[in-house]
C-alpha cells in the first residue's frame, strides 16, 4: 500500500510559492484562486525578486518567478514551468539606468545597482561591456536613487522603484534595458522566469500540475481582463490607465522558443563574461511526465 501513503503524504503537504512584489506580476496574480485548492495547500509568498532567488535556494519556496539569472546560476537545482515568465521585445518600461552621462561616455564608470535584482543587474553589465566597451565598477546598494547617485556616475533599478523614478526623474539619461538589449541583439529580454525546485517535481508532482493549471488560467483571465487589472494597479499605485495598459501590453508573460533563444544568448553571454560558471541549459517542466507508479 506504498502508493497509498505517497498519495496521502503530498495531499498533506502544502506548496509554497513566492510572488513578485512589484506591479509587474499583477496580471499572472490577480486572478489567482488559491480557494481552488484545500486549505493550506498553497501559500503565496510576497518578496522582491532577490529576496525570491534567496529563498527558493533555501528551499523555503518550492516555485515561483524567480530572476532568470538566478535560474541560469542554479539550473541543475530547477526547472522552469512552461508558458509563464517576465520578458519584453524592446522596452520593458521598468528596469532603467540612470546616468549622468550619454551611456557611450560611461567607460570606467562607477555603477551603482540595486539589491533587488539579480537579471538586470548582470544584464547591464553585458551590455555595458559587450556593446559600449565600458569595464566600469558596480556597487549594489539599496533601491535609493538620490543616494546611488550621490556616490556614482549611473545607477539601476528596477520595478516599482524604476517606475517611481522614471516619473520623478530629475534629468538624468535615462535607458530602458529591455531596449538597449534588443537593439544590440534584436532578441527577447527574459527577466523572471517560473522555477520550480526539483525534488517538488517529484515529491508534489500532482500538487505542482494544478498550480501551474491555476497559473495559466489566472494569465489568460488577467490578459482578457485587462481593465480589471489596470484600475486595481491605477488604485494601488497612482498614474494614469492609459500607462498601466501600455505597461502591461508591452511586457510578455509568455515563454515560447524566441523567448528561449534570447534567454540563452544571454546566459551565453554572461558565461563568456564569467558572471555565471557556464552557460545554463534551460530546461522545461513537462506537466505531462508522470512518475512511475511503483
Ligand atoms: C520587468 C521586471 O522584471 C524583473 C526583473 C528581475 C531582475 O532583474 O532580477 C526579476 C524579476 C522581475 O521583477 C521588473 O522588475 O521591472
Redesign the pocket.
Known sequence: MNYFVVGESEIMSAIKIGK?S?S??MPIYHFFRTDQFDEHQVELIPQ???Q??RSMAAGTIDMG??????YGRNYKEYEILPDLS???KGQ????FLFSRKPIEELKEAKVAL?D????????LKVILEKFYESFSSYKVMPANLEKMMAIADAALL???D??LASWNNPGYYMYDL?ELWYKHTGLWSV??VWAVRREVTHSKSELLRSVHNEFLHSKKRGLTDLDTVVAQAKKEFGATAEFWKVYYTG?SYEFTSEHKKGLEYYYACAAELGLLEEAAKVEIWSPDSRQSAV
Open positions: 513578485i512589484f509587474n506580476i522582491v525578486p532577490s525570491l532567488n518567478p524567480i530572476s532568470s539569472f538566478e517576465i520578458s519584453s520593458v518600461r521598468s528596469i540595486t533587488k535584482s539579480a537579471t538586470s543587474n548582470h544584464l528596477i520595478g516599482d524604476a517606475l529591455g527577466f523572471a511586457l
